[in-house]
């Protein structure tokens, strides 16, 4: 049988330059608790050095973090990815590392990439501007997530900026996707309609908050047999009678 | 004007899509938006651009473009090659940058 576990996947934090300084690990999974959420994706620009931390704490709460990052592919394409397990974090953020042009962040213009833990004291800090686009197409990134089993889904597909139909008119035929994201003030029935080939899709919806005030206020229901990775892929892919309903 | 005396002109490799080299060239569009190109390209017209994703290929035949150039050495994708050669649109590059082609295309074109 399955039940609803509600969840928002896009989510940055104080590590992404664009992100609230108040975006912090006890932030995200308090006000997850207290507004009913029990799925929360951790999604920074190319970096995923913040999800442990609120992994950790989540656990702790009852709260599933998915950890990941928001990929911003060579095409400026814009693309979730989460992987189960800290070792295929690890390869993931290796990756990261590794295609991400070494182009000096400057915090007075483009923002503080610091990660902290619970205490909210600094831990590291990404010395790269994260909001570069990574030296991979998006078929590779696609490609390279999935060799992790991990979760693919290109993001805010309807907006006009680093989205897949704006960097490149169309989804390719043969990019594997989980599901596709729009954002949250999309009218996706209307949208679907003026776009029929987009039918065949599985969707969510989610806030992609960088302010505490758009966190948490959006949400899709996953209906689970239990609550894991796996079983929220399969509602993803909409597999097994496993969904994902946009509330 | 046709492709083939672009390329002999402006000093550009043919990666592909030789077929298409005979099509007649009524202008240019400078874009990297796919989107962009689909809403607002017109046919006959060569686009310069550096995405090499194979949907270049998928946007140039919908808008029958004359051909895409790619700039600043960039090299076109396998699959965008094998979509070119079926399809007949030339894929070109060049090493220049967009801006310096673009200004080089438009005083060829218009002169």
């Known amino acids: ?247 | 004007m046709t492709v083939k005396e672009v390329v002999e002109k402006m000093g550009l490799t043919v990666f592909s899509g030789e077929k298409g080299l005979d099509k007649e060239v009524l202008g240019g569009y400078t874009s990297d938006l796919l989107s962009d190109v689909m809403g607002h390209a017109k046919e006959g017209q060569i686009w310069v651009s550096l995405q090499t994703h194979k949907n270049v290929m998928a946007v140039a035949g919908l808008k029958d473009l004359a051909a895409i150039v790619l700039v600043k050495g960039l090299k076109p994708e396998e699959d965008t090659i094998a979509v070119s050669n079926e399809e007949g649109v030339p894929v070109l590059g060049t090493t220049e940058q967009c801006f310096e082609f673009t200004g080089k295309l438009y005083a060829l074109i218009n002169n």
Not at chain 1, 8 to 30: A, K, Q, V, Y
Not at chain 1, 143 to 153: D, N, Q, R
Not at chain 1, 214 to 226: G, I, N, R
């Open chain 1, 1 to 247: 049988m399955v039940i609803p576990f509600r969840g928002d996947l896009h989510n940055h934090t104080f590590l992404s330059p664009c992100g609230d300084i108040e975006m912090t690990p006890r932030f995200i999974i308090n006000t997850a608790k207290e507004r009913g959420y029990t799925i929360i994706g951790i999604s920074d620009h190319n970096s995923t050095r913040q999800c442990e931390e609120i992994y950790h704490l989540g656990q702790e709460e009852g709260v599933l973090v998915l950890c990941g990052s928001e990929i911003c592919t060579k095409e400026e394409v814009h693309c979730l990815a989460f992987v189960d397990g800290f070792y295929k974090l690890g390869q993931l953020q290796e990756y990261l590392t590794k295609y991400l042009p070494p182009i000096p962040n400057i915090p007075d213009k483009f923002g503080y990439q610091f990660w902290v833990n619970r205490e909210e004291e600094i831990v590291g800090e990404e010395e790269f501007l994260l909001i570069s686009a990574l030296e991979q197409s998006i078929d590779e990134v696609e490609k390279f997530v999935h060799s992790l089993g991990g979760i693919f889904i290109p993001a805010h597909i309807d907006k006009s900026k680093y989205s897949v139909l704006s960097q490149l008119g169309f989804i390719p035929f043969d990019l594997e996707v989980d599901s596709l994201e729009v954002s949250k003030r999309c009218d996706l029935q209307s949208f679907v309609a003026e776009n029929k080939y987009l039918t065949r899709y599985n969707y969510i919806h989610s806030s992609d908050a960088h302010y505490p005030e758009d966190f948490a206020k959006t949400a899709c229901d996953f209906y689970l047999e239990s609550l894991s990775f796996s079983e929220i892929k399969k509602a993803l892919r909409g597999e097994d009678g496993r969904y994902v309903k946009i509330l």
